[in-house]
Antibody
Framework: QVQLQESGPGLVKPSETLSLTCTVS????????WTWIRQPPGKGLEWTGH???????SYNPSLESRVTISLDTSKNQFSLKLSSVTAADTAVYYC??????????????WGQGAMVTVSS | DIQMTQSPSSLSASVGDRVTITCRAS??????LNWYHQKPGKAPELLIY???TLQSGVPSRFSGGGSGTDFTLTISSLQPEDFATYYC?????????FGQGTKLEIK
């Protein structure tokens, strides 16, 4: 059974860098695409970017200058870094698997989510 | 970016009702359309992909249709566990985008 679990600080100060890690169990991260999706309180869902073992990550242009997604195959983890955060980055951050097979492309397995608040 | 617009934004219905939610894309996305539902405090769950294919384990009362720019999600007979917020999402091109959500509430 594939499971994803987010971890990281729940509080980040404005202008600092938000860092989250997603630990994957039940499957090798080398076999799929992996993504981060965020949801501000009471609002909708926003794709931040995804990564695969080969090639460059793909990022949402709205965040591209501030976001980095990376893989650690030795730990079967992937990570999100978002720099220069503001209150607008306060959200629940979900890691998810992107099943990438042509039109079958979908976020099929999700972590439980990690609430990150940006505040001094 | 491809804009996804859902209607209605909220919907009240009773157990046993048939309900339909629509999703419109700002340009053609072929059948690259997925549906999710999300219960309060939980992560979204994939219901339907490629516009009309049920994800494994999803009850057959859920169905999806459409192609191009107009899509529907239908629940044939609402069950208590179906009251949630529903999102469509296009996987045609990055940035992948979601609709604003449809909150399905108990009447």
């Amino acid at each position: 059974q594939v499971q994803l679990q987010e971890s990281g600080p729940g509080l980040v100060k404005p202008s600092e860098t938000l860092s989250l890690t997603c630990t994957v169990s039940g499957v090798s991260i080398s076999s799929y695409y992996w993504t981060w999706i965020r949801q501000p309180p009471g609002k909708g869902l926003e794709w931040t970017g995804h990564i695969y073992i080969s090639g460059s990550p793909s990022y949402n242009p709205s965040l591209e200058s501030r976001v980095t997604i990376s893989l650690d195959t030795s730990k079967n983890q992937f990570s999100l870094k978002l720099s220069s955060v503001t209150a607008a980055d306060t959200a629940v951050y979900y890691c998810a698997r992107l099943r990438n097979g042509g039109a079958n492309r979908a976020f099929d397995i999700w972590g439980q989510g990690a609430m990150v608040t940006v505040s001094s | 970016d491809i804009q996804m617009t859902q209607s209605p934004s909220s919907l009240s219905a009773s157990v046993g009702d048939r309900v339909t939610i629509t999703c419109r894309a700002s340009q053609s996305i072929s059948s690259y359309l997925n549906w999710y539902h999300q219960k309060p405090g939980k992560a979204p769950e994939l219901l339907i992909y490629v516009a009309s294919t049920l994800q494994s384990g999803v009850p057959s009362r859920f169905s999806g249709g459409g192609s191009g720019t107009d899509f529907t999600l239908t629940i044939s007979s609402l069950q208590p566990e179906d009251f949630a917020t529903y999102y469509c999402q296009q996987s045609y091109s990055t940035p992948y985008t979601f609709g604003q959500g449809t909150k399905l509430e108990i009447k």
